[in-house]
C-alpha cells in the first residue's frame, strides 16, 4: 500500500496510457516544480492522474501492437524507497500520541500503588489528606472530590451564559470589524497564563469577592450556599469565579465558530418569515448549534477540573465537605497536588499521583464525550445535506 | 387579500457597487410575475429588494420606494419583519430548519407569531401543506425531520412554510434550479394554483418555466460585468416571447447571448 | 383597491417602536437608582450597586418595550441588552487583569529583574531578579519545540496524507482528547515516567528533577495542540496541488515535502507559537518535575530548574514584602512573552495564504 492509495480517477483503463503519458510529458515541460501553482492551475482532473502509478497498471499487459516495435518494458514499482521510509516515519509520529496516552495511564498505575497498598483508609470515601506518615497514612479524595466538582459547576454556571452571549455577540450583533477586535480580545483572555490570574485573584480580585460574600451572606445567608462561620476570604466563590473567567475564552471561541458556521439559508429562511433578530437566532442558529454548544461546555468543564495553579493559589485548601461557598476553604484535586507537593515523601508523592490518575480519569471521560458529541454533529450534519 | 407592488426608482448596492439601477415596474396583485435575465442582471437583488431581504447581507442597501398598496416599505417607521410576514419567500434551494420536524418547519412563522393552540396550529399546518400540494404524502410522518424529504418535497416544504402564515405576496428566487424535472412540474402546478390567492414574483433563468407559468415577464440586462443590471423591457408574457419591443430582449430569449 | 385595504396595510407594516433614546434614558435612569440608591444607601458596595442597576435596566427595558411594542420586539430588546453585557461583563476581568499586572508590575521592572537571579536573597532583601527564571522558561520551551515540532508534524503528516482505516480514526480522537488533559496529570506523568523511573538510572538511583523533565512535561502538553493545527492547515492544501506535483511524476512523499508543507508554513508556525504561548505560561507540570531553583543553572540536563510562571507561584507564596512585587513584574514579563507570541503568531496566520 505504499502508492495504491491515491485518488484516481476509476475510467483509466490501460488503453489510454501512452496518450496519456506523452501529454504529461508535455506539461511537465511546461510547469516546473517551482511554480506548483501554475501547474496545478493547468492540470484538468483527468490528466491529473498520478503519474507514479503507470508502471503497476500497465506493467503486466503492454499492448501487442503489430506495426510498432516493441518498446521498452516500463520501469517497476520500487517496493523500498523514500516513499516507504518517510511513511513509517510519519506513522510513528502519528501513533506518538496514543503510546502517550498508555503510557500516561499505565506509569499513573504503577506509581500509585505503593501508596494505595499503604493507606489505612478508604481512598474514595475518606475526607482528609495524610499520606506522609509511612507506616500510618491515612488519605482519601472524597472532600476534594467534592471540591473539584463544586468550584467547577459554579465556574460553568457562571461562564457559561456569559460565553455563549459573547459567542452570539460576536457571530451576529457586532459589525465584522468591532467582531475582530473583541474576538482578538477574548483570545487575548485566553492567552493569560493561569499563574496570573492565580496572582490576580488572590491580590486584587479577593477584595471585591469579599465584599459581595458578606454581603450576599447578610441577605441570603439562610440559604446554605451563603452561609458562613468562619468568615469571609479564600473561598470557593473566589476560585470559581477566576476559574469562570479561565474557561470563558474556550467556551466563547468554540461556540462562537458553531454559530458562525449556521448555513445562511436557514437564517434567511427564518428572516422571511418576519423573525426578529433574537427570534432568528433561536429559530435557526441556537438549534443548529446545540451540539457544538454541548460539546463547548464538556470542553470548559474539562478545563475547569482540571485547573491547578489558580486554584492552588485562590482556594483555602480545607479538607471538609462544606456547602458554604463564602467561606474560606474549598480544595480540588488539582491544587492539593500542587499544595501539598513541597511537603510530601515518596509515599506522599505516590498517593498525589493516586489522586491525579482519578483526575486523569475523569477528565478523559469528560473530553472523550464531548469529541464523541462533535463527531455525532458531522454526522448528524451530513446526513440532513445529502 | 393579495396586494399590489409598485417599484419606483428602485437602486440596489452592495458596499460600493451598484447591482441594479433605477428599477421601476408595477407588479399586479394575484398575478405571476417573472423576471429573466443573464446571471449577474441584478434580478435576484429586485426580488430580495421586495421583501428588504437584500439588506441583509452586510454592506447592502436600497434606494428608490416599493410601495405595497400605497405603503413604502422603505418608510423609517416601518418594521422590517412585518414586511418579511406580509411578503413571503421561497429560495433557491430548499432550506428546511434542518433540526425541525416536518410538522413544526410548517408552522414555524405561526408560533413566532405567538400561535401556541396546538389545533390552530394544526388546522394550519394542514392547510398549508395542502395548498403546496404535499398534504397527501406527508400527512403520516408530520412528526419526521423535514430533511429527510426529498428535493422537491422540500422545496414545497418550504412553499407550505411560506404560505402558513397567510403572506400577500410570495417571493420565489429560482425555486426549481435545484429540482429534477418532475419536481419542477410539480412545483410549476402549484404556481399556477397559488396565483389565484396570492400576488406572485418569480425569478427564472429557465426561459420555457418563465412562458409557462407568468402572467408578466420583465426581462433585465446589464452591458457588460461590472455596469448595474437594468430593466429592459417589461410585458405580457405572451408578448415577450412572441413579440418582444426591445431587441436585447429578442436576443435573449432566442438564444443569441446570455 | 380600496382606502380601507390602504389604512390595512399601513397599520400592518408600520409598529409602534421606542424612540431610539429611550434605552439610553432607561439605562442613565437604572445607573442613578442603583449606583446611587444601592451603593450609599444600603451599603451595598459598588460591585452590588452595578449590578443592581444592571437588573433595573434590564426589568426596565422589558416592561417598557413590552407595553409599547408588544412581546416579540420586547424579548428582542431583552435578548440584545443580555448579549451586550455578556460582553462588558467578559471585558472587565480582562481590563482589570491587565491594567493590576501592569501598574504594580511596573515597580520592579529594572535591571537587576532582568540580571539577578534569586541567589542569596532572603526574605529581608529587596532586590533579586528573574534571570534564572527567564532562562529556565526559554531553555525549556525550547527543548519541548524540538521535541514536539518534528513529532507533531509527521504525526499531522500521517493523519492528512497516509492515514487510513482504523489506527488513523483512533490517532486523530486521541490526539483531541489529548488537547484536553490537565497540565498537572502531564507533570504527574513526567514525574512518575522520568523523575522516578528513569533518571535515577543516570544519576546514582537518585530521582533527578531538572529542566529536561520539565519539556518533557511541556511536550505531553503542545504535542496535542500541534499536531491539530498542523493536521488542520494540511487539509487546507488544495488537492489539485498535490495532484498537480503527482502529475510531474514527483513521488508522494517529495511531494508533501516540497508542496505541501511549505505551502501550510505559516499556518503550521501559527499553531507552533500558540503551542509555544501556552507552555510558557505552564506552571504546574514545571513544578513538579524540574524542583525549582533560586540560583543561575544553564544545563537543563542537570539540576534542578524554575521558570518564569514557577517564579511568579513561589514569589507570590513567600512572605517577604518584596516579594509581591517581584511576582507581579514576573507576571508582566510573563504577560508580555506569551501576548508576543501570541500576537505574532496571528499575524502570521493572517498572511497565509490558505483560509477557511
Redesign the interface.
Known amino acids: 500500500m505504499t502508492?495504491g492509495?491515491?485518488?484516481r480517477p476509476a475510467n483509466t483503463g490501460p488503453s489510454v496510457l501512452p496518450a496519456q503519458r506523452t501529454s504529461?510529458n508535455s506539461?511537465?515541460g511546461l510547469?516546473g516544480?517551482s511554480s506548483?501553482?501554475t501547474?496545478?492551475?493547468?492540470?484538468s482532473?483527468r490528466?491529473?492522474?498520478?503519474?507514479?502509478e503507470v508502471p503497476t497498471r500497465t506493467a503486466p499487459a503492454p499492448a501487442p501492437d503489430v506495426t510498432d516495435a516493441p518498446g521498452e518494458p516500463l520501469p517497476r514499482k520500487r517496493r523500498v524507497?523514500?516513499?516507504g521510509y518517510?511513511?513509517a516515519?510519519?506513522?510513528?509520529?502519528?501513533?506518538?500520541?496514543?503510546a502517550?496516552?498508555a503510557?500516561?495511564a499505565l506509569?499513573?498505575i504503577?506509581?500509585a500503588i505503593p501508596s494505595l497498598r499503604a493507606n489505612k483508609e478508604n481512598f474514595f470515601s475518606y475526607l482528609k489528606w495524610n499520606p506522609n506518615p509511612l507506616d500510618d497514612a491515612h488519605f482519601g479524595i472524597a472532600s476534594l472530590a467534592f471540591g473539584t466538582v463544586l468550584s467547577a459547576a459554579i465556574a460553568l454556571l457562571v461562564a457559561v451564559?456569559?460565553?455563549?452571549?459573547?459567542a452570539?455577540?460576536l457571530s451576529h450583533?457586532a459589525?465584522?470589524r468591532v467582531a475582530t477586535i473583541?474576538g482578538?480580545?477574548?483570545?487575548?483572555?485566553a492567552?493569560?497564563?493561569?499563574?496570573?490570574?492565580?496572582?490576580?485573584g488572590?491580590?486584587?480580585?479577593a477584595g471585591?469577592v469579599t465584599?459581595?460574600s458578606v454581603?450576599l451572606n447578610k441577605y441570603l445567608g439562610w440559604i446554605p450556599l451563603f452561609s458562613s462561620e468562619t468568615g469571609f476570604g479564600h473561598s470557593v466563590l473566589l476560585g470559581s469565579l477566576v476559574l469562570a473567567?479561565m474557561i470563558?475564552p474556550i467556551v466563547?471561541s468554540l461556540s462562537r465558530e458553531v454559530f458562525m458556521q449556521t448555513?445562511r439559508?436557514?437564517?434567511?429562511?427564518?428572516?422571511?418569515?418576519?423573525?426578529?433578530?433574537?427570534?432568528v437566532?433561536r429559530?435557526?442558529v441556537l438549534?443548529?448549534g446545540?451540539p457544538g454548544i454541548v460539546a463547548s461546555v464538556m470542553?470548559g468543564l474539562?478545563?475547569a477540573?482540571?485547573?491547578?495553579?489558580a486554584l492552588?493559589?485562590t482556594l483555602g485548601s480545607s479538607f471538609l465537605i462544606s456547602w458554604s461557598v463564602v467561606e474560606p476553604g474549598g480544595n480540588t484535586i488539582?491544587a492539593n497536588?500542587?499544595n501539598s507537593?513541597g511537603e510530601a515523601n515518596q509515599q506522599g508523592?505516590s498517593a498525589?499521583?493516586a489522586s491525579?490518575l482519578v483526575?486523569?480519569a475523569i477528565?478523559?471521560i469528560?473530553?472523550?464525550s464531548?469529541?464523541a458529541i462533535v463527531?455525532r454533529r458531522k454526522k448528524f450534519?451530513a446526513?440532513?445535506a445529502t | 387579500m393579495a396586494k399590489r407592488i409598485e417599484a419606483d426608482n428602485v437602486t440596489a448596492y452592495y458596499g460600493n457597487f451598484r447591482a441594479i439601477d433605477s428599477v421601476s415596474m408595477v407588479i399586479e396583485r394575484k398575478s405571476v410575475t417573472a423576471l429573466i435575465g443573464p446571471s449577474g442582471c441584478g434580478k435576484s437583488t429586485f426580488l430580495r429588494s421586495i421583501n428588504r431581504m437584500h439588506e441583509v447581507i452586510p454592506g447592502a442597501r436600497v434606494e428608490g420606494s416599493i410601495n405595497v398598496d400605497g405603503h413604502n416599505v422603505y418608510d423609517k417607521d416601518v418594521d422590517v419583519t412585518a414586511v418579511r410576514r406580509m411578503i413571503g419567500m421561497v429560495f433557491q434551494r430548499p432550506n428546511p430548519f434542518p433540526t425541525m420536524s416536518i410538522f413544526d418547519n410548517v408552522v414555524a412563522g405561526l408560533k413566532l407569531q405567538g400561535v401556541r393552540r396546538k389545533g390552530e396550529l394544526q388546522v394550519a399546518a394542514e392547510k398549508a401543506l395542502r395548498g403546496a400540494n404535499l398534504w397527501e404524502e406527508v400527512k403520516d410522518r408530520l412528526d419526521k425531520p423535514g430533511a429527510g424529504l426529498s428535493g422537491g418535497q422540500q422545496q414545497r416544504l418550504c412553499i407550505a412554510r411560506a404560505i402558513a402564515v397567510e403572506p400577500q405576496v410570495v417571493l420565489m428566487d429560482e425555486p426549481c434550479s435545484a429540482l429534477d424535472p418532475i419536481s419542477t412540474l410539480a412545483i410549476e402546478d402549484l404556481i399556477g394554483e397559488l396565483k389565484d390567492s396570492y400576488t406572485i414574483v418569480i425569478v427564472t433563468h429557465n426561459m420555457q418555466q418563465a412562458a409557462r407559468v407568468s402572467d408578466k415577464t420583465a426581462f433585465f440586462s446589464l452591458e457588460k460585468t461590472g455596469e448595474p443590471g437594468r430593466l429592459v423591457e417589461y410585458d405580457d408574457t405572451q408578448k415577450i416571447f412572441t413579440n418582444p419591443s426591445e431587441k436585447r430582449t429578442e436576443d435573449y430569449i432566442t438564444g443569441r447571448f446570455g | 383597491m380600496t382606502t380601507l385595504t390602504i389604512t390595512d396595510t399601513g397599520a400592518q407594516l408600520k409598529a409602534r417602536r421606542l424612540p431610539k433614546w429611550a434605552p439610553w434614558a432607561i439605562g442613565a435612569a437604572a445607573i442613578a437608582v442603583g449606583l446611587g440608591g444601592v451603593t450609599y444607601a444600603a451599603d451595598g458596595g459598588p460591585v452590588i450597586g452595578a449590578i443592581v442597576a444592571a437588573l433595573l435596566y434590564f426589568i426596565a427595558l422589558v416592561v417598557i418595550s413590552t407595553a409599547v411594542e408588544g412581546a416579540r420586539s420586547a424579548k428582542n430588546r431583552a435578548a440584545s441588552a443580555l448579549i451586550g453585557s455578556a460582553f462588558v461583563l467578559a471585558l472587565l476581568p480582562l481590563l482589570s487583569v491587565a491594567a493590576t499586572t501592569i501598574s504594580r508590575g511596573l515597580t520592579r521592572l529594572d535591571g537587576d529583574f532582568f540580571y539577578r537571579s534569586m541567589n542569596g536573597i532572603t526574605a529581608f532583601d529587596a532586590g533579586g531578579g528573574a534571570y534564572h527564571a527567564i532562562l529556565g522558561t526559554l531553555e525549556q520551551v525550547g527543548i519541548a519545540v524540538l521535541i514536539t515540532v518534528p513529532l507533531g508534524l509527521s504525526g499531522a503528516i500521517y493523519i492528512v496524507e497516509y492515514g487510513r482505516g482504523r489506527l488513523a480514526k483512533w490517532i486523530q480522537f486521541f490526539v483531541d482528547v489529548m488537547t484536553g488533559i490537565p497540565s498537572i496529570v502531564a507533570g504527574l506523568f513526567v514525574l512518575s515516567f522520568w523523575v522516578m523511573i528513569i533518571s535515577p538510572l543516570f544519576n546514582d538511583g537518585r530521582p533527578a528533577y531538572s529542566g529536561f523533565a520539565a519539556s518533557l512535561a511541556l511536550s505531553v502538553l503542545m504535542l496535542p495542540t500541534i499536531v491539530r493545527s498542523a493536521e488542520e492547515m494540511l487539509r487546507l492544501v488544495p488537492n489539485s496541488l498535490r495532484e498537480g506535483a503527482y502529475a510531474l511524476g514527483i513521488p508522494k512523499w517529495r511531494a508533501i515535502l516540497k508542496i505541501v508543507i511549505p505551502t501550510a508554513l505559516p499556518g503550521i508556525v501559527t499553531g507552533v507559537m500558540l503551542a509555544v504561548a501556552r507552555a510558557a505560561g505552564e506552571t504546574a507540570p514545571v513544578m513538579l518535575v524540574a524542583g525549582g531553583a533560586f540560583a543561575i543553572n544553564g544545563n537543563p540536563f542537570s539540576g534542578q530548574q524554575t521558570s518564569l510562571s514557577l517564579f511568579i507561584y513561589d514569589q507570590a507564596g513567600t512572605a517577604s514584602q518584596y516579594a509581591p512585587a517581584r511576582a507581579w513584574t514576573a507576571a508582566l514579563t510573563l504577560v508580555a512573552l506569551v501576548l508576543l507570541f501570541t500576537v505574532v503568531a496571528k499575524l502570521i496566520a493572517r498572511r497565509s495564504k490558505l483560509t477557511r
Open positions: 502508492d492509495d491515491m485518488n504529461e506539461f511537465a510547469g516544480v506548483p501553482d501547474a496545478a492551475d493547468e492540470f482532473p490528466t491529473a492522474l498520478p503519474s507514479v524507497g523514500g516513499e518517510f511513511k516515519v510519519t506513522t510513528v509520529g502519528g501513533s506518538a500520541v496514543l502517550i496516552i503510557a500516561i506509569f499513573l504503577v506509581e451564559p456569559i460565553a455563549l452571549g459573547i452570539l455577540y450583533y459589525n465584522k473583541l482578538f480580545a477574548v483570545d487575548l483572555l492567552a493569560v497564563p493561569s499563574v496570573v490570574f492565580g496572582l490576580w488572590r491580590e486584587y480580585f471585591p465584599d459581595f454581603w473567567i470563558l466563547t448555513p439559508e436557514h437564517e434567511e429562511a427564518a428572516m422571511a418569515l418576519g423573525a426578529t433578530k433574537w427570534e437566532i429559530t435557526a438549534p443548529y446545540r470542553l474539562g478545563r477540573l482540571g485547573e491547578t495553579i492552588a493559589m488539582a497536588i500542587a507537593f508523592r498525589l499521583i491525579g483526575l486523569f477528565t478523559l469528560v473530553n472523550m464531548a469529541r463527531r450534519l446526513a440532513a
